[in-house]
């Protein structure tokens, strides 16, 4: 009697937990566990609290030991098809032997699987296993060697170099971060493989990007980046970023290239800022005394749009004379460049209202100048009756 009374007693305390259609998904998944709480309940105490604990504690056990099961196992296993993707035979072949006599034979591979593994990548796939390998490695150095220093700069350029030769851009990125889990020494040599993928993709944004990392990892500007933003920003129209990088450059103390002020003054003849021109030309001058003749071909421009034929050819007849005669085509080629192209692009960037002045004012400019290279004495083959047909000069 005694026992009856407390089970209708704990009947009426204990309050049933209703089992959802959703919840029984879980139940089956975990129909152990589940029946293993309902034997609980069965030959528990008469304790009313200890009953709807233990109740309530194994309804939630088991739907969180479903969850556990069920939804992680999708997950993970999406995310190792992930960093499985499709990497080619040798590189999973090359990549197996270092983590195998990393992990199972402890001890550091051969210099020469990392090498030959490197130059097998052929795609994201590859790269992803190569990181691994790296990250691998270093643990060991760290751990087992005692080796504190990152690889040695020459392994994480050819790195950087490989990323962008199967166009891993982002994996490529992580050679120019200072604190990394690959053991990669950042560089500015690295750093100029992703800016000469810049220059030939026409991308200022990455450009931008490896600039921003260069200045967040401490890492010097040197003149070779400097030829590679200016020949960016060049070739992408971007002379707004030339003048932001410019300065950066020059207050850093960057002693730029002959290549660079090429580069640099080319850009603002073609735009027909004579103001820029000189200035530029003034820096220029106070590093190299002698003209290029690409810089001498811009000065004579500048003379041009500010209507001294005379003086432009004085600054070219001064560069055609120090020039060797093995290297006469190439002033023709200037010449060329000069009347079939640069007028064409320096007319078009003028407003509507200041377009047939400039083209007027050339139209006269480029025949004096013509004139007074052959007064002097100096050959040069230049047909002007090209220049007069010049559809610049047509408009």
């Not at 073609?270 to 220029?284: F, H, I, N, Q």
């Amino acid at each position: 009697m005694q026992f009856l009374q407390n089970s209708r007693r704990i009947s009426r305390l204990v309050k049933p937990i209703v089992i959802t259609e959703a919840d029984l998904r879980f139940f089956s998944s975990a129909s152990q566990i589940s029946s293993g709480s309902f034997q609980w309940r069965n030959h528990a105490s008469p304790s009313s609290s200890v009953l709807q604990g233990i109740d309530r504690c194994a309804h939630l056990h088991s739907r969180s030991s479903a969850m556990s099961l069920l939804i992680p196992r999708s997950s993970f296993s999406s995310e190792a098809e992930k960093l499985a993707g499709n990497p080619t035979v040798t590189v999973k072949e090359l990549h197996d032997k270092i983590l195998s006599s990393v992990n199972v034979k402890r001890s550091m591979p051969p210099n020469a699987l990392m090498w030959s593994l490197i130059e097998n990548c052929q795609g994201q796939d590859d790269i992803h296993l190569l990181f691994e390998v790296l990250q691998n490695l270093r643990r060991f150095r760290l751990s087992n060697l005692r080796i504190h220093d990152n690889f040695n700069s020459n392994l994480c350029q050819q790195v950087a170099k490989t990323c962008v030769r199967v166009g891993a851009i982002d994996s490529g990125k992580k050679a120019l971060w200072k604190h990394n889990v690959h053991g990669l020494t950042p560089s500015v040599a690295s750093a100029h493989h992703l800016l000469s993928y810049a220059l030939e993709h026409k991308n200022p944004e990455l450009m931008e990007e490896v600039m921003k990392l260069l200045k967040t990892n401490d890492l010097p500007l040197q003149p070779g980046t400097a030829d590679l933003v200016f020949r960016i920003c060049h070739d992408t129209d971007k002379w707004d970023l030339l003048a932001k990088y410019s300065k950066k450059f020059t207050k850093a103390g960057v002693k730029l290239r002959k290549t660079t002020f090429d580069v640099w003054m080319e850009f603002a003849a073609k735009r027909g800022d004579t103001e820029s021109l000189w200035k530029v030309d003034k820096l220029r001058s106070e590093t190299y005394s002698q003209h290029t003749l690409s810089t001498a071909f811009s000065c004579a421009k500048g003379f041009l749009l500010e209507s001294k034929p005379e003086e432009a050819a004085s600054v070219i007849q001064v560069i055609c004379q120090a020039y060797p005669d093995h290297k006469k085509s190439e002033v023709a080629t200037e010449f060329n460049k000069l009347v079939n192209e640069w007028t064409v692009d320096v007319i078009r960037r003028q407003t509507e209202e200041d377009k047939k002045a400039l083209a007027a004012s050339l139209k006269s400019g480029i025949p004096s100048m013509v004139n007074a290279l052959l007064s002097s004495g100096l050959n040069v083959s230049v047909d002007l009756d090209e220049l007069y047909k010049n559809e610049a000069f047509l408009s």
